[in-house]
């Protein structure tokens, strides 16, 4: 599991919100290290380090899901109202299959 930490949690005045990865805890300091040149610091002090540690959360990776179709049913269910809509002729108001 990967490690992160987020740049606007250090220093929420920077309005930065840029989010530095690592796969450890050394590989997500050196990553640190190098977004913080970003910010005009170049050398990083051992408090810095310690803020950076403090900070440092566990990367949750969710797996990727298809997103339901709304237009299948289990069958015996009665079609839903989206189902409806595409099944009804559109009257020439613009709106797929909605009358006014």
């Given at each position: 599991?990967?490690?992160?930490?987020?740049?606007?949690?250090l220093n929420p005045a920077s309005g930065?919100?840029?989010?530095?990865?690592?796969?450890?805890?050394?590989?997500?300091?050196?990553?640190?290290?190098?977004?913080?040149?970003?910010?005009?610091?170049?050398?990083?002090?051992p408090e810095l380090v310690e803020m950076?540690?403090?900070?440092?959360?566990?990367?949750?990776?969710?797996?990727?899901?298809?997103?339901?179709?709304?237009?299948?049913?289990?069958?015996?269910?009665?079609?839903?109202l989206l189902a409806f809509l595409i099944?009804?002729?559109?009257?020439?108001?613009?709106?797929?299959?909605?009358?006014?």
């Amino acid at each position: 599991m990967g490690k992160i930490i987020d740049c606007n949690k250090l220093n929420p005045a920077s309005g930065c919100h840029h989010v530095v990865r690592g796969e450890t805890e050394e590989e997500l300091l050196k990553n640190a290290q190098e977004h913080a040149k970003e910010h005009g610091i170049v050398a990083v002090t051992p408090e810095l380090v310690e803020m950076i540690k403090a900070n440092i959360e566990d990367e949750v990776r969710r797996p990727r899901t298809r997103p339901a179709l709304h237009t299948q049913r289990r069958p015996g269910s009665k079609p839903g109202l989206l189902a409806f809509l595409i099944a009804r002729p559109s009257t020439g108001s613009g709106r797929a299959g909605i009358s006014a």
